[in-house]
């Protein structure tokens, strides 16, 4: 569900920046506050693991339609909402501008519409809800698939909107709503299966993490051999699962092919537009997850055994680790300050 600069215009594009790059300084304030020096590898592993795991597209049966993980969720349940949002809003930032996985110009409605909305609407109010403190994994598994369909439709809709505000003519409002929301429905399902799956992994391996509302409010929770196993698990998704990803379009460039008959709209060639693009086009190294020379093929094959894909997996993976564990420790810092120097106990 990444836009491109195309859907969107200026103007709802910066408005779209101006209020992600808003809830990145409220997360930030919020997780300088309350910053644990052990929540931030957690941070970091995670990140790369949602990176890896957007890698691989599933096929939807019956449409022709493929969808991913939107890891909103996921993020918000282990880590809090606050670190959660700034762990997806580093995946799709490193996305953007070195994968070439959604527009510079529509960075902040990709933020907006895969952060805010699990991590702010559907995680408090449906799943902290329907989990409330006496945890068990029916309600781990009811909470978890809810609130991930809830959130992937909020964010669905998101997008519909974001279009009409820009007055794309070839998306109709109606047409392209009924067309989103069912296809992103389905997707959503998967997501939240493996949304429930992945937490109640981290509550059989470490199950005190999901027993507070905020993991930087954690204490001395061991919490390396959970790193590890996030790591290589990530690790091994980018670079050998990452082949057997779906080639049908995914759900947003299946609806704008049912809405539009294309499943791409070219920008105009002027202005803004044509800046943004020439700039992703220089930072881009491994647009489309591959190598360049090899970008612009399109193939059916699969599994895709590909070079380019696997060093994507890990070189994303890796840029994803280090943004958000750096983001984490220069919060962490500003937060110790000159006089209190944080506690020198390593993770256990």
Known sequence: MHMADALISPAVGATMWAASAGLIGYCSKKLKEEANERSVPLMGVLGAFIFAAQMINFTIPATGSS??????????????????????????IIQALFFADGGLLALGCNIFNLGFFPCFIAY??????IVGKN?????????AVISAVIGLQLGAFG???????????ELAFNTFLIIMMPIHLAIGLVEGAVTAGTVLFVLQARPEILKISNFTQVGDISVKKLIIKIACA???????????ASYHPDGLEWAMFKTAGTEEIEPPEKNIYSSLSDVQTKTAFLPDYGFKAKAAQE?????????GTSTSGIIGGTLTLLTAC??????????????KKPSNRGIK
């Open 124 to 129: 408090p109010f449906i799943y902290k809800k």
């Open 159 to 169: 997008v519909v909107l974001e279009t009409f505000a820009s007055g794309v003519s």
């Open 135 to 143: 945890l068990t994994k029916a309600k781990i598994i009811a909470a």
């Open 299 to 307: 193939t059916e094959k699969w599994p895709a055994i590909d070079a």
């Open 234 to 244: 990530a690790m091994f998704i980018g670079a050998i699962l990452s082949w057997f």
């Open 326 to 339: 750096l983001i984490g420790f220069l919060l962490k810092k500003r937060r110790y300050g000159t006089v």
């Open 67 to 92: 969808g991913h993980l939107g890891g909103g969720m996921i993020l918000a349940i282990l880590l809090g909402p606050y670190s959660g949002f700034l762990t997806i809003s580093s995946v799709l």
